[in-house]
């Protein structure tokens, strides 16, 4: 999906949240919630074998270059569900901080 830069938050709005969070503890919860799904889900092992392979594939190991290889595959390979089940999360914690507010 093509987002425009209409689309993006202005950074200080993320940096607020993203404190706000911090500070209420839920970037430490959230943050393990996702670990955890991911780890369930086999994508960090997928990932790191998708890595390996293309560091070495490469004549020159280059992190930039195999990180600009790599983020994208790790983007698909993430599972749909996965990603909605977090993003609701995120979405609920984040409603609970606007009401509060």
Known sequence: MAHSQADKPDQA???EIRKRLIETGDWDRLSTLLRSRLEESGWDDDLKDYAKERARAQENLNLESLLKEVTPKA???LQPKLREAVVQ???A???R???KA
Request: aromatic share 0%; net charge negative.
């Open 75 to 77: 983007h698909e390979m």
């Open 13 to 15: 709005v993320l940096d």
């Open 93 to 95: 914690v984040l409603e």
């Open 97 to 99: 901080e606007v009401e």
């Open 89 to 91: 999360e995120i979405e």
